[in-house]
């Protein structure tokens, strides 16, 4: 992946070529969650905040993605230098995940976020009850899914 700029008119904007796609994003905050934003980076950063854990204790403690969603989650993190895996050549074969420095230093984004969520749930708590990922939120929109899983995640 490279980073180059857009066109001597934009500064600001940063292009992300990779051999996938292309991903613009106009501001830094909207680079960040070209990142991070996948459904379940967020929790899988939030996980490996507390150390290195192998592929099946994140699927466990995740209960949600399929086992294909978080292999990709999880190269796409790789890829982008959040997190490292390390292979051990052994029968059967062990690979363990954890964050480089550059994934350490988003845990007061993550924080952030999390205290952000609690203070919104508490605030809102009493005006529609969260049952379900397409429960409607008093302004009729429907509440992200991965809101629940996030919310099992920091309860459990």
């Known amino acids: 992946m490279k ?14 070529e990779d051999t996938m796609n292309r991903r613009t994003a106009p501001c830094p905050a909207a680079y960040t969650l070209t990142v991070i934003g996948g459904r379940w980076k967020v929790l899988i950063l939030w996980k490996l905040f507390q150390g290195e854990h192998r592929f099946s204790d994140l699927f466990r403690a995740m ?3 399929t086992q294909k969603m978080l292999t990709q989650q999880l190269r796409e993190l790789e890829r982008d230098g959040l997190v490292h895996r390390q292979v051990y050549a052994q029968v ?7 964050l480089t420095p550059l994934g350490m230093s988003l845990k007061p984004v993550v924080n ?7 203070k919104h749930q508490e605030e809102t708590s009493g005006l529609a009850p969260a049952t379900s990922a397409t429960s409607q939120a008093p302004s009729g929109a429907k509440r992200p899914a991965a809101v629940q899983p996030l919310r099992r995640a920091m309860a459990g």
């Open 112 to 118: 952030a976020m999390c205290d952000w969520g609690r």
């Open 92 to 98: 059967p074969p062990k690979v363990e995940y954890s």
């Open 63 to 65: 209960n949600g993605p």
């Open 3 to 16: 980073y180059v700029q857009e066109s001597a008119l934009l500064p600001k904007t940063i292009v992300l």
